[in-house]
């Protein structure tokens, strides 16, 4: 591609948000300001349910076992959980693109009313399973990310992304924390009705703050490619249909496999802290904790500069050249002190990678569509986390914890000569 091919491309892609931003209902007047508090909204909305679900994550293995499920059936609950989470992420991103944002995030709020109402009556082990049904339609972030996609431009969408990790980061850490503050001191229930006021008002929050919204028109891809605003809501065909958009397959892919083996390592770190780092419950929560702030300075504060100054292409390249020195550093790894020195550019790499193919995939498909991309891309965690304790168990057990840092260094150096070979259509504006 030529420098005034790129140049030409990139003002086509302003020029395409702006006439989307025309269709936004009451958002066809907001100036600079309200669009920037409506995305503030948005964050706030993602850091509140992303706080009660990782809230409940802490109490849940406490929750199961005093109903008298053992370590497999709770594999088992965990599975459902990440079963629903996989199929509902590209059925909620079509209905944002269908019926708008606005409505989405409602739909994902009161989902997760639901969600913690059947979880506080969940007396027996039916009613636990039953209680993770309405998480098919929990998808605060993807959510946001669509508030993100909507109201800004692509050259600032990137740095906006980038901002959710701050977001993730404190979910980590104020849900972990005061699940157990309040399951220790109230009871191990009262988490559930905390999430289940915070949920109400979540919703209310969305239907208040967050503006009506009109289908976008389509876009000059749509030139090429038949719109996905007809057709049902469930229809597997229209979701991917999405894939034969050039570049999108291989950057999905690179998205799904340079993560792969990091998240199935993450998977089973709680044995692993256990087993190999000899860690006590309280001081793997101190290291999650760690976790969870390293990846909120790394998207708060450094991946919007970098964005910023570097081409998507070079950024790309760099997180997957990042990831496979993680894999080695993972792959000699002997302490806990090795993992906190690793973590750091495991959590840049790591943050990197899903905020650039986010904003590649949603610049590669036309504006109406980008609901269900987000949707789809939403899907790779529940995916990592539905095959990951059965290949990470494996793994482990097999061949130890170097294992997953060899995979990984195998991996990414694939695909970083992959990247470095390949014509894939990224654009080289900053």
Not at 88 to 100: C, E, S, T
Not at 186 to 200: D, R, S
Not at 359 to 364: E, R
């Amino acid at each position: 591609m030529s420098t005034m091919d790129t140049k030409d491309s990139s003002g086509d892609e302003e020029e395409a948000w702006r006439m989307k931003s025309k269709t936004l209902g009451e958002s066809s007047h907001l100036g600079e300001v309200k669009r920037g508090q409506v995305i503030l909204v948005a964050y706030l909305i993602a850091t509140l349910e992303l706080t009660f679900l990782f809230m409940q994550f802490g109490v849940m293995p406490y929750l199961a076992k005093s109903l008298g499920l053992d370590s497999v059936g709770f594999g088992y609950l965990q599975t459902v959980f990440g079963v629903l989470q996989l199929v509902g992420g590209p059925i909620f991103g079509r209905f944002a693109d269908q019926f708008g944002t606005r409505a989405a995030l409602i739909l994902s709020c009161a989902s997760g009313s639901a969600f913690f109402l059947l979880t506080s009556i969940s007396t027996s082990i039916p009613l636990l399973f039953l209680s993770r049904l309405p998480s098919v339609f929990m998808h605060a972030l993807p959510g946001a990310q669509k508030v993100i996609t909507d109201l800004t431009t692509p050259s600032q969408r990137a740095d906006a992304l980038g901002k959710l990790g701050l977001c993730f980061g404190i979910g980590i850490i104020v849900g972990s924390a005061l699940g157990g503050v309040l399951s220790t001191n109230f009871g191990i229930f009262v988490p559930t009705y905390v999430g289940l006021v915070g949920n109400l008002i979540n919703t209310m929050i969305a239907m208040a703050w967050i503006p009506l919204q009109a289908p976008p028109k389509p876009d000059h891809h749509v030139m090429e490619h038949n719109t996905s605003q007809s057709g049902s809501v469930f229809s597997i065909r229209e979701i991917l249909r999405l894939m034969k958009f050039p570049g999108v397959m291989e950057i999905f892919l690179i998205k799904v496999f340079a993560g792969l083996p990091i998240g199935l390592f993450l998977i089973m770190f709680s044995i692993i802290s256990m087993d190999f780092f000899g860690l006590e419950a309280v001081e793997s929560g101190y290291l999650m904790s760690y976790f969870g702030v390293l990846q909120m300075i790394v998207q708060g504060l450094v991946i919007g500069k970098l964005t910023n100054h570097y081409t998507e292409r070079t950024l790309l390249r760099f997180s997957i050249f990042v990831f496979a020195g993680v894999g080695l550093g993972m792959a000699l790894m002997r302490t806990v002190w090795h993992y906190c020195i690793i973590a750091v550019p495991l959590v840049f790499a790591f943050s990197m990678l899903g905020t650039i193919t986010d904003s590649i995939l949603t610049k590669s498909i036309p504006s109406s569509d980008t609901g269900t991309m987000l949707g789809i891309c939403a899907s790779v965690q529940p995916l990592t986390r539905t095959v990951g304790p059965t290949i990470g168990g494996v793994l482990y057990k097999q061949f130890g914890v170097s294992s997953f840092g060899y995979l990984q260094l195998v991996v990414n150096i694939g695909l970083f000569v992959y990247l470095l070979k390949s014509k894939i259509p990224l654009s080289e504006t900053k």
